[in-house]
């Protein structure tokens, strides 16, 4: 079972505070509410005015300035956790590092179509919805092991960000995928789960072995 909890603080180092840059994409639906003078105000902590309203509505915390400049945790946590995990049903994944692999694609935009092509490479049908995205990745876990699969999500999130030729954002964008994939790595690094096939292969030397050391003691037992 996955843990949200532990992908928060990487989220969070990579994510500013308040911005009202006119060259990100959010600055087309800022927020109404004026800070130190200024308007304009469209993303706080990763987290954009629009996704801000839409989860206000959602979860029944006030949409008010207070609650938007200042994004108390309990707030960004029901954000992140509710739109971006939850809906992906990740506490389901048995792999923690693959989990925060398709949390960080989502948080960031991705194309479930390119999603759905490298899954369909595998052999693995995918209906394309988050509901059944955990249920899926499961499947290809057991198939290929998890830190195939993390690297995998990596260099998907990877061409996403290459294909919106957006230079201006691009290398901070691309860091960020190494930094996750890493900690991804990292974190799974003391328990890798292998894929299906090796875990049979070992379990049945294992049985070849036992059965050897068996029939050993038992020759050796007789020949006394």
């Known amino acids: 079972m996955a843990l949200f ?40 902590k990763g987290v954009t005015y629009k996704t801000f309203e839409i989860a206000s509505k959602k979860y029944g915390f006030p949409n008010t300035a207070k ?13 992140a956790k509710g739109l971006y995990w939850d809906t992906q049903d990740l506490d389901s994944l048995k792999s923690d590092g693959v989990a925060f692999q398709l949390f960080f694609s989502k948080w960031a935009g991705r194309t479930n179509s390119k999603i759905k092509s490298y899954l369909e490479s595998k052999q693995l049908n995918w209906d394309g919805t988050d509901k059944t995205i955990a249920t899926t990745f499961n499947k290809l876990i057991d ?10 999500l990596g260099n998907l999130q990877a061409q996403h960000f290459i294909k919106l030729n957006e230079p201006t954002h691009q290398k901070g964008w691309l860091d960020r995928v190494k930094d996750t994939t890493s900690y991804a790595l990292k974190y799974i690094k003391s328990n890798i789960i292998e894929p299906a096939e090796t875990q049979a292969k070992k379990k049945s030397n294992w049985l070849v072995i036992g059965s050897l ?6 020759f050796l037992s007789k020949k006394k």
């Open 67 to 79: 609650n938007f400049i200042e994004m108390p945790d309990a707030i960004w946590n029901k954000i």
């Open 143 to 152: 198939k290929q092991g998890e830190e195939k699969t993390i690297n995998d």
């Open 5 to 44: 909890e532990n992908i928060i603080g990487l989220t969070k180092k990579w994510e500013g505070g308040l911005s009202r840059d006119p060259k990100d994409r959010a600055s087309k639906y800022p927020s109404p509410y004026t800070y130190k003078g200024k308007t304009g105000w469209h993303t706080n």
């Open 213 to 218: 050391i068996i029939f050993a003691v038992y």
